[in-house]
């Protein structure tokens, strides 16, 4: 039985298919940008208790009763920008500067593997031999720099002496500067009319799920508060705090293996793997007490902030078993990369 073009089915039939039309469209067009508005609500509601600190103690009209933003819009604007503002010179100008250093290293570094490669591994210090497990590691090393074509096969498997490879790292640290700036640029629009977007989202949820919408929101947002400040800030105080042991000890490229700390540090416990084994290499080049300094910074003051403050922030408020967020910190970078952190 055919359908008359104008009966209500028909009807709805052709809605259907324009909304799924629109909403495809409206996804594929804004699917670049996904990653950087997720970053921004990330960072909008991390820092919304500051925004609305800051909305009542801006100078405005408003009485007693009508203390937040959305009362005024101008009082609005001034703390959305203000926030931004905040945000950006507190996150946005530290990780420009940390990338372009990184990328000053990795070209140091990359000169130096140029050479390892050209010119083989230098000699070991002679006062390696007398270690314990000394003579071991000689003829290990030996063995090694007898077969220069592995040694440069393995420099090259690195990339970094690679100048297209060099090119695209440069090229993938702007992409990426790029797009934290548009997830900051986007914090304007997402403090602004914040209440009501709030306030909307919370009756829509209520109506759909109930009254238990309202805990599971704030489940959520203790829950993305606890991942922010127990693995990302984690993470980054972690590097800060290795790249300026780095720095005390000498090590080349200080920079470079402060943000390899905190990349590596977001996954729980493995951070140590980095200072470790720079430690073992100032050991190896005669730098003992380098070597012996930079071991206890390490294990004193870096692994201090990630094995002590790291499980109280995030099982404390959240309530949830410390194995629980591990494994979910693993599988979300696997599934989603480092938005999988809070996904």
């Not at 039985?1 to 259907?16: G, N, Q, V």
């Given at each position: ?16 298919i324009f909304l ?129 074509a592995w040694v ?178 693993l599988g979300g ?11």
């Open positions: 039985m055919p359908i008359k073009t104008d009966s209500p089915l028909a009807r709805r039939i052709a809605a259907f799924f039309f629109i909403f495809g469209l409206t996804f594929w067009v804004l699917s670049p940008f996904f990653a950087s508005l997720a970053w921004a609500g990330i960072l909008a509601y991390v820092t919304w208790p500051l925004h609305q600190r800051l909305c009542r103690h801006l100078p405005g009209r408003a009485n007693l009763h009508q203390r937040l933003c959305r009362h005024l819009p101008g009082r609005a604007n001034l703390a959305a920008l203000l926030m931004t503002l905040g945000v950006a010179a507190t996150l946005l100008l530290p990780l420009l500067w940390v990338m372009f250093t990184v990328v000053v290293d990795v070209a140091a570094a990359s000169a130096t593997l140029k050479q390892l490669a050209i010119h083989g591994l230098p000699p070991l210090p002679a006062g390696v031999r007398a270690w314990p497990g000394g003579e071991w590691i000689a003829a290990q090393y030996q063995r090694v720099q007898a077969d220069p440069r096969a393995q420099v090259d498997a690195l990339g970094l002496t690679d100048a297209a490879q060099l090119k695209a790292l440069a090229g993938g640290v702007g992409r990426n500067a790029a797009k934290f700036g548009l997830a900051v640029f986007a914090l304007f629009f997402l403090y602004r009319p914040g209440d009501s977007v709030l306030t909307q989202f919370r009756r829509v949820a209520t109506r759909w799920l109930g009254a238990a919408a309202r805990g599971y929101i704030q489940a959520v947002g203790v829950t993305v508060r606890a991942v922010v400040f127990g693995i990302v800030l984690t993470a980054l105080a972690q590097g800060v705090l290795a790249g300026l042991g780095y720095w005390v000890a000498g090590i080349d490229a200080p920079a470079l293996w402060g943000a390899i700390t905190a990349l590596v540090s977001l996954i729980p416990f493995v951070g140590p793997v980095v200072w470790i084994g720079l430690s073992l290499g100032l050991l190896v080049h005669g730098e003992t007490q380098a070597a012996l300094g930079l071991f206890l910074w390490g294990a004193l003051v870096v692994s201090w902030v990630d094995n002590l403050i790291r499980p109280l922030v995030i099982s404390g408020p959240t309530r949830i078993p410390f194995l629980l967020v591990f494994l979910g910190v970078i696997n599934a989603f990369g480092l938005i999988g952190l809070f996904l």
